[in-house]
Structure formats: structure tokens, C-alpha cells
């Protein structure tokens, strides 16, 4: 008798236990994502206390703040469900981000990777199926080369371990804190894996620092954060990405970035993302530029369902300088949201926006830009170009480019234009020989001439190629 | 020896139905020539030539344009079966293909792209889209039967390439002969062009492209006397070195002085009303186009 009470009490407080259970989930707004989640990556990361603290800090922020949804013309996020995150960043769950066989890619990727002509190991590699491949060699032998200079390029996850008090002092603490949004809070809480360069002073890295090399690396793609520190006088060009389409299972890429550009030192950050057409890739990237420090940024943003991504620099020190060069493309179902921020905080401080758009098959492009100069930031100047060309009445292209300048000595020029391909100028390319198709190509690639001419040579051949493969719209 | 027959041509507006502005035009060209289509404002010689090349702001609503060809103006000999085209079936880059050139009065300015890739890009099209019209269906279908996309015996696309290296060459001997600046060829498209520059520019494109027939729409308004004398070099080079066509439209008088035209027709309210040979120009220099709307409908 007296066993068979036990029994029963222990089955009303398993009971009640389940009851409680579904009641306190019922309560959160981000049910997926909890505490003990982040403490497992942590835990798997092996890593020190102070992440696991600022991971969920990180956390707390992220559910208290909430989404953004009061901007003027912003993309549409409500299909971002959150509540779906957790089996792609839980380390103790199999099934995260990618895709086992090369089969399973939906074909348009398929596609692009053949038309792209990038070789098989690498496709797999890239699009996050099968494992290493044979660049990691070339890597490591770069890597050597670094080394004896003093140069760190690894990944951040190994950071964390062999370089923790530098890790420490700049993670996420003066550059890009969680506070700032929402997904930058996200981003703090779950991030995992991304790359580390730290270059020291007077050091030039003569070849640009690539992470497309590693891009399989454990933890790839959706949470990757970057950190970047040159030291005074030092050099470097950081390379992220490729043009190659990057599938992801979970469709939201929330990555962080953050450049500390010391004084005379000067960093260029170049990506290409082409994100596959389900993602929503909403990104925080800062630099902050000491006196007489030039950071640029040169962004091409391709594919996603919608991106938000508006690079920052800081210009902290006098005489500092920003470049911001971004090409956009939105084709059928897109929305790409993206710009540049600048804030010029002290004298004597420059930068130049150039961005170019094209929105075809009711895509819609939208340059979002801020320069703020700051009271007694005297002597500088800014620059600002934004032109959109859309190719068809569905598609839509706005600019919004604000000025805020509290300092009246200073210099602003700013320029903007949006545009339908002329059927004139169509009609004049046809009458000469080409056909439809590769007359709008022609004119297309002629607009964004401007900045492809910047670019690295086999940037720009790969950035072009890229877009005549979007506009042949056979691609999905 | 090629020529384009245009007969009855009727064309209106595309989005406004009640604007006719074609009403049955009659006019040959064959190579060789040099025509001057002349007439007053609004008689309809440009839409005519836009029309000609496949302009889809313009219906044709009755009539024929047909080019036809004797067999020996390409490279390879043409099958009798595909010597005569009905112009109007066909697309303005197939229109092209096949020789026919338009000098725009507005010359579109197109920002980053050069001369000399839009020319070569443009010279690659038309030999490869000629290849394609003039593709042996039977070998096709055969090929296609077989399991090929194309004929085998085509050989790959990029085979008869003009390549950048043989191109500027043969873009520095046309500069010469029309006497144009070296910068020519790197400069974007008419952008920023002057107006004598666009219409220099547009008589360096029919040179380099060498069509059977040319339309040259105003090439000689907003020029000065130099350029004009450049112009006319060219368009004068186009008949002689090339043996092109040339149907050359113009409200004036002035570069017939120094292009002669073998034959000139004068357009009135959308038809060809007059024909004749040069001394038709000198009559209109001196009775202005009141007199052939005398001659045309009795009274003025």
C-alpha cells in the first residue's frame, strides 16, 4: 500500500513539474532561446567566464529589446522566427546550419556554383557540404609567413583561448556592444566562430587576409564575428566572402563585425555576400579610425530574402578618413536595405559614400545613409553619391540618405539619382547588335563601373559576373 | 548587292492609335548609293528610319520592308533561300546582323562603358548573331535529333571572335581614316560628347560595322564646317571602301555639297512624294518645300 502511494506522489509532482514547465515558457517572448542554451555552447567551447557572462548579458538585452519595426520603409521581418534558432546553434543537437549532401542544395545554387565554375571541393566547402579542402594548404602556408611577423589570423573561437586578453579588452565592449540592437545583442549571445586579425604596428600585410579560405570552419556562416585590430601604422586588407551562394537551413545571418583602425594605420574590408534567397542577413559592422587613420569599406550585396546593412566608421582620431564603396542588387522577392554610416567626431576628418543600386523583377533597393558631424568637428568634409537604376516599373529603388551636421565649417556635397533603364538607350545598343538581354547587361555594368574599376581586378571580374548571372534570371 | 524595298509602309504610334505617321511609303535603297531623303519638319523621315530598324515605339500597320541580298556580302556564301528577309519579323539586333545601321539624330550617352568595348561587344554580336540566322535549319534539326543543342560542324561560339588586340587595330585604321582624336576609343559612350562629337561618332560606328545600308538620321545638324567636311569623308568612305547604302536624311542643302547623292527623295505628310536625281536638292534649295506641296496637292 504504502508503495503505491510513493507512486502516486511521484507522478502528481512530475505532474506539476510539467504543468510549471509549459507555463514559464508560455510567459517568453523568445522561447527557443534560453540560459541554458548558451551555456551549453559555451560550456562546448570550453570557454572562460567572462564570455559566458557577456554571452548572456548579451542575452538579456536581446530580450528585452524589441524588434525593430518603427524605421521608415523597412524590410518586412516578420518571418525571422526565432523561436526556430536553437537546433542550429545547440552544439549537443546534429542537425545546425547547412545541408549533408551536395544533392540537397536547391538547385538554383547548384546552378550558380557551376555557372561560377568553382570547383568541386570548394562547392561543397562553400555552400557548408563535406569538410576541408585543399586550400587550407595555401592558408597554412600564409599563415607561417604572418607569423614571423607578429601577424594573427585564426579563428575567433581560438582567440577566445590563445589570445584572451586582447579578445577581452575589445570584444564586443567599445566598438559594437549588444546594447546597440537587437541582433547585435543576438549576435553576442550566440556568435561562434569568424575570424580574428590582429596586426602589429607598423606591419604592412602585403596580400589581402582572405577568410574565404577557412569559410568551413566549425560554427560557419550565420553568427561568424570578426574582429580586427591594427595597431598604429599598420596595414592590412581583409577580404570576407565570395561571390559563391551561401546556404543556410536557418534563414536569418547575423554576423558582427568590428575594426579598430589605430593612429596612421589603414584597413580596407571587402565582402561580396550572395546569401541564398530564403536568408535574412541583418548585420553590424563598425570601425573606429584614431587620428590620421583611413578605414574603407567595400560591400557588395547580393541575394537574401532582405538585408539590413549599413557599414559605420567612427572617425575618433583628427584627420581620420572613410571610404565606403556599396553595390546592391535586388532582384524578384528581394528587399536590400543598405547604406553607410559615418560619424565625424573630431577636426579634420573625410569621407566619401559611393553606392550604386539596381533593382530588376520587383525588387526593391534602398540606400539608408547617416554622416552626423559632430559639433567642432571643423575642417571636414563629406561626400555622398547614391544612384539607382531599376530595370522595370515593378521594381522600386528610394534613397534616404540623412545628414546630421552640428558643425558649420565643414564641407558636404551630396548627390543622388534614381533611374529606369532608358528604352532609348536600350533601343540604340540593339540597333547596333546586341541583343535585349545583353544590352541591359551592357548598360548595367557601365553604371556600376564606377566602383568595379576600384575594386581588386579579380573582384570586380567576379562582381560582374555575378550580376550578368543574376540578370539572366536563371538563377530563381 | 544588297537592297532594302520598303513598300506601302504604314506605321503609327504604339501606345496611340490615332497617331498615324507613316501613310505608305515607297522607297529602295541598294548598295553602292547614297540617297538624301529630305522634306519639311514632321513629314515623317525619322520615324521612317526608326521603323526601318525596329523602333517598338512605332506599329506597322501595313506594308513591307525587305532586305534582299545577292548571296556574296558575308564571309561565307548565303543559300538562295536566305537572300531575302522580311525585315519586319525580326528583332533591331537581328536587323543588324543582317546590315542595317541607323545614325541616330540623339545619340543615347551610355556612362561606363568605353568605345572601344561597346564597339567590339557589338561587332562580336553581329557576327554571331548572323551565323544564327544563317544557321542550316536542316543541319539543325538533324543535330537537334542527335542530341546536340547546335550543329556539330558550328565549332564552338567564341571561335570567330574579333579579339581586343586585332579589334583595336582595325578601330585605329577607321579613326584615321574619319580623323578622330586617339581618346576616341576610351572615352564612355557619347557621354559628354559634344554634339559634333556624337554624330562624328555615329559615321565611326557604320565604318566600323560596315553595314549594307545605313540610315543616317541629321548627321549633319549642329555641325561646323570641319566636321562637316569630317562627316562627309566618312559617309562618302561608307560607299566608296565599303559599298554600303547610304540613305542619308537631312533638311538642308549644305552637306550635299559635299556628299553627292545618286538619288533624292522628298517626303510630305508621311509618304515619298518626289523623286530624282541630285538636281531635285538644288530645285529645293531655291522653291522651298511650299513648291513641292504645290506640285503634291495643286495648291499651296
Known amino acids: ?476 | 548587292m544588297a537592297r532594302l524595298e520598303i513598300r506601302n509602309l504604314h506605321a503609327e504610334v504604339a501606345d496611340d492609335e490615332e497617331e498615324t505617321i507613316l501613310e505608305g511609303v515607297d522607297l529602295a535603297v541598294e548598295s553602292d548609293e547614297i540617297h538624301a531623303l529630305m522634306g519639311p519638319n514632321g513629314s515623317g523621315k525619322s520615324t521612317l528610319a526608326k521603323v526601318v530598324a525596329g523602333h517598338p515605339a512605332y506599329r506597322v500597320t501595313e506594308g513591307e520592308v525587305t532586305l534582299h541580298l545577292d548571296g556574296d556580302e558575308f564571309d561565307e556564301p548565303i543559300p538562295e533561300d536566305k537572300r531575302t528577309w522580311d525585315l519586319l519579323d525580326l528583332e533591331p539586333n537581328e536587323r543588324a546582323a543582317l546590315g542595317i545601321y541607323l545614325g541616330f539624330q540623339y545619340p543615347a550617352e551610355i556612362e561606363g562603358v568605353t568605345m572601344v568595348n561597346f564597339l567590339r561587344t557589338a561587332l562580336n554580336a553581329k557576327f554571331e548573331e548572323r551565323e544564327e540566322l544563317f544557321e542550316d535549319e536542316e543541319d539543325e534539326e538533324e543535330a537537334e535529333e542527335a542530341g546536340y543543342d547546335t550543329s556539330p560542324m558550328e565549332g564552338p561560339a567564341d571561335e570567330g571572335e574579333v579579339g581586343v588586340a586585332q579589334f583595336q587595330e582595325i578601330l585605329r585604321g577607321k579613326m584615321e581614316l574619319l580623323d578622330i582624336d586617339d581618346r576616341f576609343a576610351d572615352r564612355y559612350l557619347n557621354a559628354g560628347f559634344s554634339g559634333g562629337e556624337k554624330k562624328q561618332n555615329e559615321v565611326l560606328q557604320a565604318a566600323v560595322l560596315e553595314p549594307e545600308i545605313a540610315i543616317l538620321d541629321e548627321i549633319d545638324s549642329g555641325l561646323d564646317i570641319d566636321r562637316l567636311r569630317d562627316v562627309s569623308t566618312g559617309i562618302n568612305a561608307l560607299r566608296d571602301e565599303e559599298g554600303s547604302g547610304v540613305l542619308m536624311i537631312t533638311h538642308y542643302q549644305r552637306i550635299l555639297d559635299y556628299v553627292e547623292p545618286d538619288r533624292v527623295h522628298v517626303m510630305l505628310d508621311g509618304q515619298v512624294v518626289m523623286e530624282g536625281g541630285p538636281d531635285l536638292a538644288e530645285k529645293l534649295e531655291d522653291k522651298g518645300y511650299d513648291w513641292v506641296r504645290e506640285e503634291t496637292y495643286g495648291t499651296a
Open chain 1, 1 to 476: 500500500m504504502s508503495s503505491e502511494q510513493e507512486d502516486l506522489k511521484e507522478t502528481d509532482t512530475e505532474e506539476r513539474f510539467a504543468f510549471k514547465k509549459e507555463e514559464s515558457s508560455a510567459f517568453k517572448t523568445e522561447k527557443g532561446l534560453t540560459e541554458e542554451t548558451i551555456r551549453l555552447i559555451s560550456e562546448d567551447k570550453d570557454e572562460p567566464e567572462w564570455m559566458l557572462e557577456r554571452r548572456l548579458r548579451a542575452l538579456r538585452q536581446f530580450k528585452e529589446m524589441p524588434m525593430p519595426t518603427d524605421w521608415p520603409g523597412q524590410p518586412d521581418l516578420s518571418e525571422v522566427d526565432l523561436d526556430e534558432i536553437v537546433p542550429y546553434i545547440r552544439p549537443d543537437i546534429d542537425t545546425r546550419g547547412g545541408v549533408d549532401e551536395w544533392d540537397d542544395l536547391p538547385e538554383d545554387i547548384q546552378d550558380t556554383f557551376d555557372k561560377l565554375g568553382i570547383p568541386e571541393a570548394e562547392k561543397k566547402a562553400l555552400s557548408g557540404v563535406g569538410a576541408q579542402y585543399e586550400s587550407e594548404i595555401v592558408y597554412q602556408n600564409m599563415q607561417e609567413r604572418w607569423e614571423e611577423k607578429g601577424v594573427v589570423f585564426c579563428d575567433m573561437d581560438r582567440a577566445v583561448q590563445e589570445h584572451e586578453e586582447i579578445v577581452r579588452e575589445y570584444f564586443m565592449t567599445k566598438c559594437v556592444p549588444p546594447s546597440d540592437n537587437k541582433f547585435a545583442a543576438l549576435h553576442g549571445a550566440i556568435w561562434s566562430g569568424g575570424s580574428f586579425v590582429y596586426v602589429p604596428e607598423d606591419t604592412t600585410v602585403d596580400m589581402p587576409v582572405q577568410a574565404y579560405f577557412r569559410m568551413n570552419s566549425e560554427g560557419m556562416g550565420q553568427f561568424e564575428h570578426t574582429l580586427i585590430i591594427a595597431e598604429p601604422g599598420s596595414e592590412v586588407h581583409y577580404i570576407e566572402g565570395c561571390s559563391a551562394p551561401q546556404y543556410a537551413a536557418f534563414n536569418l545571418h547575423s554576423g558582427g563585425v568590428e575594426v579598430f583602425v589605430k593612429e596612421d594605420a589603414h584597413v580596407q574590408y571587402s565582402t561580396v555576400q550572395n546569401w541564398s534567397k530564403n536568408t535574412y542577413n541583418l548585420n553590424t559592422k563598425r570601425a573606429i579610425a584614431e587620428n590620421g587613420a583611413t578605414m574603407e569599406w567595400v560591400s557588395g550585396s547580393m541575394g537574401s530574402k532582405a538585408t539590413m546593412l549599413y557599414p559605420s566608421t567612427i572617425l575618433k582620431g583628427r584627420g581620420a578618413t572613410d571610404n565606403h564603396i556599396t553595390i546592391a542588387f535586388a532582384g524578384e522577392g528581394q528587399d536590400i536595405d543598405t547604406g553607410a554610416k559615418v560619424y565625424h567626431n573630431a577636426p579634420n576628418t573625410k569621407s566619401t559614400i559611393e553606392s550604386k543600386s539596381i533593382a530588376k523583377d520587383g525588387g526593391r533597393t534602398n540606400y539608408r545613409g547617416l554622416v552626423h558631424i559632430a559639433d567642432g568637428a571643423e575642417n571636414s568634409s563629406t561626400s555622398v553619391e547614391c544612384d539607382a537604376l531599376m530595370f522595370d516599373n515593378d521594381s522600386t529603388s528610394d534613397t534616404m540618405p540623412y545628414m546630421e551636421i552640428q558643425e558649420s565649417k565643414v564641407d558636404v556635397a551630396h548627390e543622388a539619382t534614381v533611374g529606369k533603364i532608358g528604352d532609348e538607350d536600350v533601343f540604340y545598343l540593339q540597333s547596333r547588335g546586341l541583343d535585349d538581354d545583353d544590352a541591359k547587361k551592357m548598360i548595367v555594368a557601365g553604371f556600376i563601373e564606377p566602383i568595379t574599376e576600384e575594386l581588386p581586378i579579380e573582384y570586380a571580374v567576379e562582381l560582374n559576373r555575378l550580376i550578368e548571372l543574376e540578370m539572366e534570371g536563371s538563377l530563381g
